[in-house]
């Protein structure tokens, strides 16, 4: 089975703090995604990275920036963190660009 | 650019009903992909089902199957023989011609089985 690990189930930081959500893929998949998830606004794409060192912006970039150092792993960086960025953090992953997303458990973020 | 509208956000079904879950979508793109996925309260999101627009056959998964009729956008999702472990969100979610496989979600529909 595929396995998609994120670094912490809740995270609480303060306004102006720098952030990192990690997530681990163990299937050698090509694919992996970040999503934040709100009530009524369903899953919203933050950025995504088809490749090693390779990024592009989702629909909501802004704030937010990743890196992508090795194959497996996905991590992604709020520079300032501020209270709108509270929310619930989505990592996924593909095999390739046709087949479907394997979601992590995810990461709830407070920032007070 | 894409659209995914899910026009209930609350659904009751009684256990070993059948209930369906409405979904339409917005494309300009030929080529496209609609997947469904479910959130249990635990959080984590699985795959159910997936229907690619080319295919013929509505895709089926068990006790999923997928509606898809393309001339009207739609793509819902049918729970046949309804358990109490089928309460959770759900979510459609299509993938356009771009690549990447970056996918567009609905804002999803809780479905609450009863006894």
């Known amino acids: 089975d595929v396995k998609v690990t994120q670094s912490s189930r809740y995270l609480v930081k303060r306004t102006g703090e720098k952030v990192f959500l990690e997530c681990v893929q163990d299937?050698?998949?090509?694919?992996m995604f970040w999503y934040r998830q709100d009530p009524g606004l369903g899953l919203r794409l933050i950025y995504f990275?088809?490749?090693?060192?390779?990024?592009e912006k989702g629909d909501i970039p802004e704030g937010y920036s990743v890196s992508r150092e090795k194959k497996e792993r996905f991590s992604l960086i709020l520079e300032s963190a501020s209270t709108n960025q509270t929310s619930m953090y989505l990592c996924?992953?593909?095999?390739?660009?046709?087949?479907?997303?394997?979601f992590g458990p995810g990461t709830r973020l407070t920032v007070l | 650019a894409q659209k995914i509208t899910q026009t209930q956000p609350g659904m009751f079904v009684q256990e070993k009903e059948a209930v369906t879950l409405d979904c339409t979508y917005d494309?300009?793109?030929?080529?496209?992909?609609l997947f469904w996925y479910k959130q249990p309260s635990s959080g984590e999101m699985i795959f159910l089902i997936y229907?690619?627009?080319?295919?013929?056959q509505n895709a089926t998964e068990g006790r999923y199957s997928l509606n898809f009729q393309k001339a009207r956008k739609s793509a819902n999702l049918v729970i046949s023989a309804s358990q109490l472990g089928d309460s959770a969100m759900y979510f459609c979610?299509?993938?356009?011609?771009?690549?990447?496989?970056?996918?567009?979600f609905g804002t999803g529909t809780q479905l609450k089985v009863e006894l």
């Open positions: 979610a299509m993938r356009g011609a771009g690549g990447g496989n970056k996918l567009t």
């Open positions: 996924a992953s593909s095999l390739s660009s046709y087949n479907e997303q394997f």
């Open positions: 494309t300009s793109d030929p080529s496209y992909g």
């Open positions: 990275s088809y490749d090693v060192k390779m990024k």
């Open positions: 229907q690619g627009s080319y295919d013929q």
């Open positions: 299937m050698d998949h090509e694919n």
